[in-house]
């Protein structure tokens, strides 16, 4: 049987791979994205975007927009997850999917984007999706009218706290630093403007556990305080989406790739690009980037 080969294969269906696969199509490239499980990646899970410039709505919706807009131009989006890479620009590059299918390309750009650090503390793995979570928007319509915790200081954790306030009693923001330092001014204000909003500053967790006969749980701090609530969002940072990548693949601190030690015939955009802010915009940006430099790499070949 004849292997259909590819000119670009885009891992992920972020904003950074969808905006790659509307570039290389329109340059009339031959183009699949392997777009994980869900569409959008971490986008989708939006649930009002305020910061990407012509988008008010939610992410879900931002997604499906381009989506469209990249199959317009002949892009083909499959939700399909790699489960290896191997090969080099001169054979072609093979992308095992966990379709079990085999994907060839004359270049790859990883957009496979980064997922939620795990909370590392007892208690944290086995209530997973009973108590703690990692998506508000997610799971945030099950604790209406409820007491909830929020862990981490960042933008991600103060938009989770502001969105959760909306529909939870009460939101305890727990931060192991004395102060956001590291979140947008207009996020601070924002949470000191809600009364339902109690932020917990120098605080740090070291256990979290079920209330027996009870669907609430109860984390413990570093100084064995208690505090007792229905849910525990964590948003402590992200970790980049590399496992399907042989461990030879250079990386930085946080998992993510440096793109100029990426193999000829490989590019990088979004998330899980080295050395850039986590954005929607920046994601896009860099998806931008690495299908105009697949187009010209494919090009000087011709």
């Known amino acids: 049987m004849e292997i259909e080969m590819y000119d670009v294969i885009i891992l992920g269906s972020g904003p950074a791979g969808l905006t790659a696969a509307l570039y290389a199509g329109r340059a009339n490239k031959k183009v699949i994205v392997l777009g994980g499980p869900t569409l959008g990646g971490q986008m989708s899970g939006i649930a009002k975007l305020e910061n990407y410039p012509g988008w008010t709505g939610d992410g879900l919706g931002l997604a499906e927009f381009m989506k469209k807009q990249a199959e317009s131009f002949g892009a083909k989006i499959v939700f399909v997850s790699a ?152 948003a402590i940072g992200h970790e980049a989406n590399t496992d399907y990548l042989d461990e030879g693949v250079p990386r930085d601190e946080m998992g993510r790739l440096i793109p100029e030690k990426l193999p000829a015939g490989t590019f990088v955009a979004g998330d899980v690009h080295s050395d850039i802010k986590m954005q929607v915009a920046t994601a896009v940006g860099t998806g931008c980037t690495a299908a105009m430099n697949a187009i010209a790499y494919l090009n000087s070949r011709e």
Not at 114 to 142: N, W
Not at 185 to 197: F, M, P, Q
Not at 210 to 231: F, H, N, R, S, Y
């Open 83 to 234: 489960r290896s890479v191997d090969g080099d620009a001169e054979s072609g590059f093979n992308v095992l999917g966990d379709d079990g299918k085999n994907y060839v390309g004359k270049t790859v750009i990883f957009a496979t984007g980064a997922s939620p650090r795990k909370l590392q503390i007892d208690g944290a793995k086995e209530l997973m999706g009973h108590g703690v979570s990692y998506c508000a928007t997610c799971d945030g319509f099950f604790y209406h009218g409820k007491d909830v915790i929020v862990m981490g200081g960042g933008n991600s954790a103060l938009n989770d706290a502001l969105y959760l306030a909306d529909i939870a009693k009460s939101v305890k923001i727990v931060y192991r630093k004395g102060s956001f330092f590291r979140a947008e001014a207009v996020l601070r204000n924002r949470v000191a403007e809600r009364k339902n909003i109690e932020c917990l500053f120098n605080t740090d967790l070291k256990r979290v556990a079920a209330v027996p006969g009870t669907d609430k749980i109860v984390v413990t701090t570093l100084d064995d305080k208690e505090i007792e609530a229905d849910g525990l969002f964590v």
